[in-house]
């Protein structure tokens, strides 16, 4: 009985294999398809993240030179940058290469003294979805540069940018809260410099060390005199 309850077993497996043939070597068919896909795909991905990151090594190194580089040599370095700065252009917007191009051509722009051309560069990263860690130092820059170009609207934009996109990650988030309180507070928009001021204090103790404990304390300070004040004023009325 049971040698023919196994025997029926093995028919129907056999059957099932002889009636759906086609229909399973097709299924087959897909999935092997579908695997060397992902694996070609993984590889391609890994070459293009290697390619990357090779354009954007050459272009630190090319600004390392560019920077080092004595009046004689200085041109033939600018050359060699320049063209190092190019194909990191051409690569995919936002990624690490494109971003790294920009830094640099910033930098070298403000190395010649050219502070405008260097925040023109730096505004480009304002338009780029990235989770690159370069971003909000460019930004960071091209706010310093703002304010020193006396655009306060624009480097209170940079700033803003900052918070918004990257307000979790940016290692130095600290000193962008206090830069955007202190522009608003300049501005005359006292409410929104205390707001400010408050997220700064509050942000610190979610941190085993506060990147700029100082900040906190001028903060602190900023938001009682910025109370006081109003309280003041109140009282005057």
């Known amino acids: ?81 320049t063209e190092a700065l190019e194909k990191g ?31 023109e560069v730096l505004s480009a990263l304002k338009e780029l979805k990235s989770d690159s860690y370069l971003i909000p130092i460019g930004l960071h820059r091209a706010a310093v540069l703002a304010e020193k170009s006396e655009k306060r609207d624009e480097a209170l934009a940079y700033y803003y940018a900052i918070e918004k996109n990257y307000g979790k990650s940016y290692f130095n988030i600290d000193r962008v809260y206090y830069n955007i309180a202190r522009l608003e507070e300049l501005s005359g928009n006292t409410e929104q410099a205390k707001k400010i001021y408050r997220k700064l204090i509050e942000s610190a103790p979610s941190k085993e060390n506060s990147a700029n404990p100082s900040l906190v304390s001028i903060a602190k300070d900023r938001l009682i005199y910025l109370e006081t004040a109003v309280a003041e004023d109140a009282n005057k009325e």
């Open 1 to 81: 009985m049971e040698n023919h309850e196994k025997l029926s077993t093995v028919d129907f497996i056999s059957s099932f294999l002889v009636r759906f043939k086609i229909p399973l070597i097709v299924v087959f068919i897909a999935i092997a398809v579908i695997l060397i896909g992902l694996a070609v795909g993984a590889v391609v991905v890994r070459q293009s993240a290697d390619a990357n990151a090779a354009v954007a090594e050459e272009i630190s190194d090319a600004y390392d030179r560019f920077e080092s580089a004595g009046e004689a040599d200085k041109e033939d370095a600018k050359a060699a940058l």
């Open 89 to 119: 252009k051409a690569e995919k917007k936002g990624s690490y290469a494109f971003v790294r191009a920009l830094l640099c051509e910033s930098q070298m722009s403000e190395a010649e003294g050219n502070d405008e051309k260097a925040l």
